[in-house]
């Protein structure tokens, strides 16, 4: 900017705005050689790692499938919410291999890794995935247990004889 610029009306005519907003990345979609797109997800201890490509809809966990392994409607529903927001279900199979935590954590894990790579596949669903909070990794575990206590916060019973 080599002229000096007098008002503010003088720089919204200096800085042009389109330019500024073409100088944004742009996000691309990221797929393998098979044309599957990969993301790890975590939740608590658990830890999953989610391929999606498309097809009929089919999800195995672990090698079982969604109904045998996630026995519970609760972690069915878990896994499904961001293919629902995103209006895909159906469209994809999906591979996840989930290790470590409880039921509960792989499903959340599931869910994280599943919305990651959806938008590794599809980058314009990155909005609407991040705007109902499943990009977010949940860094809530565990508190450890102390030394001296009976569990992380949880004392010894106090006998005065």
Do not use: C
Request: net charge positive; glycine share 10%.
């Amino acid at each position: 900017m080599a002229e000096t610029l007098q008002s503010l009306s003088d720089l919204g005519q200096a800085v042009n705005p389109a330019a500024v907003v073409s100088d944004a990345p742009k996000r691309e979609k990221k797929v393998d050689a098979q044309g599957r797109a990969y993301a790890t997800g975590k939740r608590k201890d658990a830890v999953a790692r989610v391929w999606i490509k498309p097809g009929s809809g089919k999800i195995l966990v672990n090698d079982r499938d969604v109904d045998v392994y996630f026995a519970r409607p609760v972690l069915r529903m878990i896994l499904q919410q961001p293919l629902q927001i995103a209006n895909r279900s159906g469209q994809y199979d999906i591979t996840v291999s989930v290790m470590g935590g409880g039921l509960s954590g792989q499903a959340g894990a599931v869910r994280h890794g599943l919305a990651q790579a959806l938008t590794h596949f599809e980058p314009e669903l990155r909005g609407v995935l991040k705007k109902e909070g499943f990009l977010t990794r949940d860094s809530r575990v565990v508190e450890r247990k102390k030394y001296g206590h009976k569990k992380a916060r949880r004392s010894f019973q106090f006998s005065k004889r």
